[in-house]
């Protein structure tokens, strides 16, 4: 809770002294504090495993500045979000009927965006990086732990919950709505491995295999700006 408090103060921080710095040249900025929510679709990119993207929820903070004399505004973005997709799998080796493994992922993600007027401030192009923390992946049913991952002999589903803490993602997609409403749609690749955590674990599987995968997730969110 004190880390997610010092990342939302230093958010504040700077888009307050943006703001100040601004205004000591006259220019007319718009700045402010919005909080937003919304759903996310989110998958895992792989040739490892066979997924299924799932639905999530997302809420976040931003910090906007708008500048009317410019083709572009920027934003200091906080999001949380709960996401799930889904891992083909069975449940033996003698029980072999596929089944679908559902997985919970809790992300905390900080991003600059570029906002690129389109019509004006009410419709723009956003673009930026974003930084990623990821937790482990959680079953979100217990008693598929022992099911084996579809395209290995033993690997379960409970080995392949250790996944890469950090990622550096990039951000694209469109708002449109007014100064203190607008409505979001936004894609986030992961370009770093993933699933690179699992390539320092010892299975007891006949070949080695290598592990990559990127992440996919969409994002829509409603934003009110104060």
């Known amino acids: 809770m004190k880390n997610i408090q010092h990342i939302l103060l230093v958010v504040i921080t700077i888009g307050f002294v943006t703001l100040s710095y601004a205004q000591n040249r ?7 504090i919005g909080i ?3 759903l996310t679709q989110y998958n895992i990119i792989t040739d490892n495993f066979n997924t299924k993207q799932g639905n999530g929820w ?3 903070l931003t910090a906007s500045v708008i500048l009317p004399h410019k083709w572009y505004g920027v934003s200091y973005n906080m999001q949380l979000a709960e996401n799930n997709f889904s891992v083909e799998g069975r449940q033996s080796n003698i029980f072999n009927t596929t089944e679908d493994i559902e997985y919970k992922l ?3 993600q900080l991003s600059f965006l ?3 007027k389109l019509i004006e401030s009410y419709v723009t192009f956003d673009l930026g990086p974003m930084l990623q923390y990821n937790a482990d992946l959680e079953l979100k049913d217990e008693n598929q732990e022992n099911y084996l991952i579809n395209n290995f002999e033993t690997l379960t589903a409970q080995d392949i919950t250790p996944i890469s803490r950090f990622n550096v ?3 694209v997609g469109i708002s449109a709505g007014f100064n203190h409403f607008k409505l979001k749609a936004h894609y986030v690749y992961g370009f770093l491995n993933t699933l690179n955590k699992l390539n320092d ?3 007891n599987e006949i070949s080695r295999t290598s592990f990559k995968g990127n992440q996919s997730m969409l994002v ?5 700006t104060f």
């Open 26 to 32: 006259n220019y007319n900025i718009k700045n402010g």
């Open 36 to 38: 937003s929510g919304g």
């Open 58 to 60: 997302a809420a976040g």
């Open 106 to 108: 809790l992300t905390a």
């Open 114 to 116: 570029l906002h690129i």
């Open 169 to 171: 993602n990039g951000v």
């Open 201 to 203: 674990e010892t299975f």
């Open 220 to 224: 829509f969110t409603a934003q009110v």
